[in-house]
């Protein structure tokens, strides 16, 4: 139960900075996804979280207390690593023990010898074994508990690392690209097993990942990063539909978001492809980039046309690849029906509705349009 | 059909040079067990057999456990083996779990100085630590036999070396738990590195238990001989040397790390592959 604040932090190794300057806010019992490419800091980010990395600058807060003077153990943080991070020496019971054994049982207690003699140990152990059992139970991996890490699969060692994260019951989790080491079909079983986990524990998730599928699948609120810089954060349908940046705009979505290059006339009107758009803005004159989602071309009329250079049937979607008349631009369009898939090397007209684009400058930003304008342009779905 | 017939060939003439090999090997300790069964006339006798014509094994190991305290000595040799292990031990796995999994400034430089040690022959320190044993008073005593070893800087690279493989993950993953940093070293790595361990104890035991020339230049007194200096006390009896005891003595000594071997010959092997020590 855990509200997290970054304030400006910055980080840097060997002279290249990783992390330049993150604000950041994580409100309690969210489940926030870091999302960006490989490279981008991630790690880095959530390992200063955690305290296993001191920052150069900047502060973390935890329930508005600075925590930078404290040690990782201190910070009450759990975290999943993507290796897992068992103990290979020892079984999955004592593997989930480890935490409550350091957090409850003093130095001599613990002793190899000497501590399982004394009475105290005892009576905290059977605590200890009552609260695995319990954990144990909701994770599935009971029958497990007297297996070592190496005799275990990747899913479950994957849950025997949750269960060491969960048992003592940490203000926050923090996982690190939990899932990737998993093939893809349990992947995305487990993707709905750690929202429901989150749901059902109602803590505070910080989940780290390369895949924007996951991210947009389990979190509640989704942050981009990029080369060491937060870009937006939002939930999963503001960054899906409204990305401040192109990057965010290409990064999330799988296929791709189709760019196109454009132009904005003197007037404020776009045109794309030689065709002007029935859209505006208040940007100035010259050069600019439009997005259109996948989804939103669509096939069969429009002022564009291309012709069908690659198929790709999903059974229940399929991607119809269009290499655009005239130009060396290639764009991927969804069809819903697969029933009636266009021939290959067939020619097709397509378009997309006005409030499917987005407008980009040529540095990337996002340019809004002109909301009357947008509003008038309700009636022709094709310019 | 040819084929198969110089393959066969190739493989007889590579079986013959093993065995030529294993042979020369051996030579010296098949001699060393055949003199040691044989009574002090054949010793000395002009003609050369390997099998005497009367053992007297038992009687060579009675005259060498009633001439020298042997088995004092044996003690004595597991006592300073395992002491200067254990210490190395205590040693070397912080000094390499910092060097592999601490940042700090002068690492690298550290770590080179320790690779320098490698190189520097026990002998070359022998005198500047034998002054230092004398002036601290420590000549002649346990503490001379073990101390001077108890800093390895091969263990310490060995160790630096293979906590390196060892995932970062793994130790960041210990201080969440809240393991503290000594913790980490007993706790998790030592358990990671038992293989790395053992095939540095085989090294340490085999290298201390056989050592001549420390305990030689170091002890006085009789009663804490190691094994290599007991042995070599049969040369110069007054009597001249009685090589039959000589020999049964030098068995007994070798005794218990080929019965070590028998016992744990698979570690044995994976602990110098893994050292590459030959
Ligand atoms: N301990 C380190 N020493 C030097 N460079 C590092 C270290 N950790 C990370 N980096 C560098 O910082 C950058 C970001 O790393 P990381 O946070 O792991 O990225 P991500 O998790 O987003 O893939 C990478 O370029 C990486 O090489
Ligand atoms: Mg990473």
Redesign the interface.
Known sequence: MAQIELSAIRKSFDGTDVLKGIDFRIEDGEFISLVGPSGCGKSTLL?II?G?EPQNSGEVRIDGRPVDAI????RN???V??????????STFDNIA??LR??RLSAIERLPLLGPLLPGRRVKERAIRADITAIAEQLDIAPLLRRKPGQLSGGQRQRVAVG?AMVREPRAFLFDEPLSNLDAKLRVHMRAELAELHRRLEATFVYVTHDQAEAMTMSSRIAVMMGGELIQAGTPAQIYNDPSDIRVAEFIGSPKINILPGRIRNDGGIDVLGTALRLACKATAGDCRVGVRPERIELGAGPFSGSVVHLENLGAEAFVHLAIEGTALRLIARLADVRHLPAMGSALAFGFPPDAVRVFDPAGKRIELRAEQAERIREPAHV | MSRTHSVTLRAVLRHVLLIAGAAIMLAPFIWMISTASKPQTEVFSSELHLIPYRFALVENLREAFAKANLLRFLLNGVIVTISIFVLQVMVALPAAYALAKLRFVGRETLFALVLFGILIPPQATAIPVFLLLHKVGLLDSYAALVLPFTISVFGIFLMRQFFKTV?D??V????????SEFGIVWR?ML??A?PAVTAFGIFSVVAHWNDYFWPLIVLNSEQLRTPPLAVAHFRNNEAGTSYGPLMAAAMVIIAPLVIAFLFAQRRFIEGITLTGIK
């Not at chain 1, 690593?81 to 020892?90: D, G, I, K, M, V």
């Open positions: 390992r955690a296993l040690r990782p153990s201190a943080l759990a975290m690593f993507q290796s897992y991070a068992l103990y290979p020496h020892l480890v935490p350091m957090r060491r | 995932p993950d793994l960041d993953a210990a201080r969440m738990d809240g393991i998790v358990p990671a038992i």
